[in-house]
């Protein structure tokens, strides 16, 4: 350092564009470039030599997410394979599992924060995602360091509150942690209007620019008319445009009054200081217990048997494609159910593409899901047509007419084949993880759905070896239209795109794009035109109660599955 002095320094100046007055009377031997020299100013080098010490050009602090130790924990006899817990109370349960297989020093801890906010109201729900988009904020620069010694944090929302996720060397990952535990319960005080209304508008952009895509306002749809407590986008970016700044201040100070904390840590990383790690987390934020009576709950409506039909219009107006989902209800989760409908997605996949797709061109995207909507299961068909080219009445049609020759498809697969699809889909589900986070991945998404079923893949594996072609063929045609429709339970949601000429496209009104009218993006009310009517039942010859016209009147009436309370096993 006693070296770097003025006095001793070398300034060198390269340009393509050369000064006119400067004489170049030096020639460089190996290249033969033209160049001069001259003495620094004694002058100049007096002015360095006295100068003050700007603070902006001081050496960094040391940084303290940087990891020194990355030595391995010893393995364990009689390791568990699935994760353990460490700790069950009225305020917060924490689930830990030592890696052995892949032996890094690396860690993940992922807590899930719960709260009857979320769930709320679509205001509330709209807040929380305010509330998200500033605590990212607001650990940009403080968390720098820490991203810097290759660490890694995500924050977002879920169904019921709040994730965050803590990943990287094992060492300091609980630093990371608190510091946003810290930022947490102080960054609502440190939001500004300036950036209050610059990420206002960025999020109500966000929901609008989600809201007129239609594959997004048929998953909506379907999911507010099966679930209570869901708000669509539209909802949400209607809230969001009132909300004050004073509002989500104090919003984010009564968000972490009152939770239930989920938590997995799994890695490099002792039992104790799991749990610490976590103890210390909930004594910062210093949350008060939130009853199991008063967490958030999902219930799933059961569809009436037969069929319903909730067909709405496209809110882009530009936009002439069509989405058709058509969703199958069956009954509350089981294994053995869930991998017959999985069993029968795989028969049907690829003839489902070959005729809706490739021979009727109905769409470019067609395909099948198996469905576990909050613990109920079922399955969907859906089509990305064109408004242009096809009517959704007639899409559903040709969906139905190929269902009914997929009980043909059943009935003519031989044993033989579907043992080779059991065979495949058991050597799927054998697939090893190939990285810590895959199977903390895994573990994770059995916690936070309230599963628990930690050995899901190998009770599954044992389900497909047991089923039969004619269990298949039996579930088949109790949940078809075709067969004995003793559980056939349907719900088509339809989004009809607009079919206009390139002319009206000219013509349409634009701000639906979130571009040219960014007033009218930020202002927008979003009002559902809902189709059907009782010529359109006569003119499609549909009962005359296919059509939904209102979602709380369809709602109001129905049964509602019961919303099951799984315990750890």
């Not at 594959?215 to 970016?237: F, G, P, Q």
């Not at 007033?519 to 010859?541: I, P």
Request: charged share 30%; hydrophobic share 35%; proline share 4%.
């Amino acid at each position: 350092m006693d070296l770097l002095q003025p006095s001793s320094m070398n300034i060198m100046i390269v340009s393509k564009k050369l000064p006119k007055d400067i004489v170049y009377d030096q020639t460089e031997k190996w290249f033969g470039t033209r160049y001069t020299d001259r003495e620094v100013p004694a002058s100049w080098i007096s002015k360095w030599e006295s100068v003050k010490p700007y603070p902006e050009f001081s050496i960094p602090p040391p940084n303290p997410f940087i990891t020194t130790d990355f030595s391995i924990l010893e393995k364990k006899e009689n390791q568990p394979e699935y994760p353990q817990q460490l700790s069950d109370n009225p305020l917060y349960e924490i689930w830990y599992r030592q890696d052995q297989k892949f032996e890094l020093p690396m860690a993940y801890y992922y807590l899930y924060l719960i709260s009857p906010l979320s769930v709320k109201s679509a205001r509330s729900n709209a807040l929380l995602d305010m509330m998200i988009n500033f605590l990212v904020y607001s650990l940009t620069e403080v968390a720098y360091p820490a991203v810097t010694a290759d660490l890694s944090y995500a924050i977002s929302s879920y169904e019921k509150g709040l994730m965050i996720k803590v990943y990287g060397y094992n060492q300091k990952l609980p630093v990371l942690l608190d510091l946003i535990s810290s930022k947490l319960i102080t960054f609502g005080d440190e939001i500004s209007l300036a950036v209050f209304e610059a990420v206002k508008d960025k999020l109500i952009k966000s929901y609008h620019n989600k809201a007129i895509k239609p594959s997004s306002l048929a998953k909506d749809m379907r999911l507010i008319l099966l679930v209570n407590n869901v708000y669509t986008t539209m909802e949400k970016h209607m809230e969001l445009q009132t909300v004050t700044l004073d509002e989500l201040k104090d919003y984010c100070k009564e968000f972490i009054k009152t939770l239930y904390l989920k938590s997995l840590v799994q890695g490099n990383v002792t039992a104790l200081e799991a749990s610490a790690t976590v103890k210390k987390f909930v004594d910062t934020v210093h949350f008060t217990e939130l009853p199991a009576d008063i967490r958030p709950k999902y219930k799933v409506v059961q569809i009436p048997k037969g069929e319903k039909c909730f067909r709405i219009e496209s809110f882009n107006k530009q936009d002439t494609n069509s989405i058709i989902t058509n969703y199958y209800q069956a009954a509350p989760f089981t294994i053995r159910s869930s991998v017959i409908i999985e069993i029968i997605m795989l028969i049907i996949e690829e003839p489902l593409f070959d005729v809706l797709r490739t021979k009727e061109q109905l769409g470019y995207n067609v395909y099948c899901s198996l469905r576990d909507t909050f613990g109920v299961l079922g399955y969907t068909i859906t089509v990305n047509a064109q408004a242009t080219k096809h009517t959704t009445n007639h899409v559903d049609n040709r969906i139905e007419e190929f269902l009914k020759h997929t009980d043909k498809i059943l009935e003519s697969t031989p044993e033989k084949e579907l043992n080779q699809i059991k065979e495949d889909l058991i050597k799927t589900k054998q697939c090893a993880h190939t990285d810590l986070k895959e199977e903390v991945d895994t573990n994770w998404s059995e916690i936070i759905s309230d599963d628990y079923i930690f050995d899901r893949l190998k009770q599954e594996i044992a389900a497909i070896k047991d089923v039969t072609l004619k269990e298949v063929r039996q579930w088949w045609k109790t949940h078809n239209k075709f067969g004995d429709k003793e559980n056939f339970r349907k719900l088509t949601v339809q989004v009809v795109g607009h079919n206009k000429s390139e002319k009206d496209v000219k013509d349409a009104d634009v701000d639906v794009l979130g571009n040219d009218k960014e007033d009218a993006v930020l202002g927008r009310k979003f009002r559902v035109t809902v189709l059907g009517n009782e010529s359109l039942c006569k003119k499609e010859k549909k009962d005359k109660e296919y059509f939904i016209k209102d979602v709380e009147d369809f709602r109001s009436g129905l049964v509602m599955f019961p919303s099951v309370e799984k315990l750890p096993k």
